[in-house]
């Protein structure tokens, strides 16, 4: 190969090459592509030193390396800069003459990338800090294999140990036993109408899917868990193949808004349901009474002379009569399906089911029994030394049951017969 033959290859290097004299930095060769990079003309190149090309900062950086040629460093040198707004990196080597070596390129897409990847890993960070602050666990479901991958929020959220839930402890780790560890911990009257929600959602019946249920935490109590998430990838026959979600712990908030229900269904002076309550369960036992092939009973009572006793004794007596006499009442009703509500003043209602009009009444006059037990002493009623009530009792077959406000005006004419029959009494 001769001198030209070299000199062509050498110009149609991608890289900048050049040998420069390591005390003035002055060039003694240099290839085409090293003077594209430089942005100068040959006749430039010849006359400048590379280290006027520098600020004084960079050249001083420079010089510095070209003295560790000088003194015989084993090893390539390197040194990156900036012009305008592109990236270079320089390499330097010692050749046998005592000159240096420089092969230059440029760097800018790389230096580009590195930059996105750092402001990507500095996001990432943000977002799992965001994450972590927030309590929020991110999940990522592959239904057709049953695996669930998800952070570690996922699993402390609900106060279990990472180490016990998670193949490893990196960002995002495979739930161990998947679908399975997942179900186990869902709340049992929670868990089929959330997997039908699901199920809802793979086969693209929803946009979204959008649940609310309860999870078991590491210390055995529920937690109110908000699970939102979306298919992500089907495969070529539609079938859902993976899909991301996250998890929301609202216990504390779903805890308030059950308080906030219980307050405005119940009364406030004798914790029983209110007439705003009443009438919601009582047209659902309607229907149970008719799936039940049962009587839907409706017992209204009312205390006798109470405007009597208030004035004779005080409010706070009488809110007092009102305290004993609901406790009689929640103690009188056994299974869940029987309901307490006050009213109103002094008007008491309880909603239940019965095979036959007999036991409801045998019932009634229990409570009547047990009310007459508390020997409240009443100096100004007429019917007894104590507190006494009237009750109006309708019983009635499902078939029979129009609306409740039929119901509930057949019930209060039956009560208004009692108090009419001399009070102390059941009217039925």
Not at 50 to 78: H, I, P, V, Y
Not at 178 to 200: Q, R, Y
Not at 373 to 393: A, E
Request: proline residues 1%; charged residues 30%.
């Amino acid at each position: 190969m001769n001198e030209m033959q070299l000199k062509d290859i050498l110009d149609h290097q991608p890289l900048g090459i050049a040998e420069l004299s390591v005390v003035q930095g002055k060039y003694i060769y240099f290839n085409e592509r090293e003077c594209e990079l430089r942005n100068l003309t040959y006749e430039t190149m010849w006359e400048i030193s590379l280290f006027d090309l520098f600020t004084d900062k960079e050249s001083l950086e420079l010089k510095a390396l070209f003295n560790k040629c000088l003194t015989g460093s084993k090893n390539a040198l390197f040194f990156k800069y900036k012009k305008a707004d592109k990236h270079f990196k320089m390499k330097l080597v010692k050749n046998e003459k005592g000159n240096v070596i420089t092969f230059l390129t440029e760097i800018t897409k790389s230096e580009q990338f590195k930059a996105e990847r750092k402001v990507d890993k500095e996001n990432i960070k943000r977002l799992t800090n965001a994450v972590k602050a927030a309590n929020i666990g991110c999940w990522d479901f592959y239904p057709q294999e049953g695996r669930i991958i998800a952070n570690k929020t996922w699993v402390t959220q609900k106060k279990y140990l990472d180490n016990k839930f998670r193949a490893s402890n990196e960002l995002f780790s495979e739930i161990i036993d998947g679908l399975d560890k997942w179900a186990s911990i869902v709340h049992p009257d929670d868990l089929e109408p959330t997997i039908k929600l699901i199920a809802k959602h793979l086969n693209g019946e929803s946009e979204v899917y959008n649940a609310k249920f309860r999870m078991k935490d590491g210390h055995g109590q529920w937690r109110w868990i908000h699970d939102i998430g979306k298919v992500c990838q089907r495969d070529e026959n539609g079938n859902a193949v993976r899909m991301k979600g996250v998890h929301i712990d609202i216990t504390e908030s779903k805890n308030l808004e059950l308080k906030i229900k219980r307050i405005s269904e119940t009364d406030s002076l004798t914790g029983l349901l209110n007439r705003r309550k009443f009438e919601s369960l009582f047209n659902n036992t309607i229907k149970e009474s008719g799936r039940d092939n049962k009587l839907i009973c409706f017992l209204m009572l009312d205390i006798d002379f109470f405007k009597t006793y208030n004035d004779t004794y005080g409010h706070l007596a009488g809110d007092d009569v009102l305290k004993k006499l609901s406790n009689v009442l929640q103690k009188s009703l056994f299974r869940d399906d029987d309901y307490c509500f006050r009213l109103g003043g002094e008007e008491f209602g309880l909603v239940f089911k019965v095979d036959r009009k007999e036991s409801a009444i045998i019932l009634s006059k229990k409570i009547m029994h047990n009310i007459a037990q508390l020997q409240i002493p009443h100096k100004h009623s007429t019917v007894s030394d104590y507190i006494t009530v009237s009750m109006g009792l309708l019983c009635t077959e499902y078939s029979k049951t129009v609306n409740i406000d039929e119901l509930y005006k057949k019930t209060d004419a039956l009560l208004y017969k009692a108090k009419n029959s001399g009070k102390n009494t059941l009217s039925s």
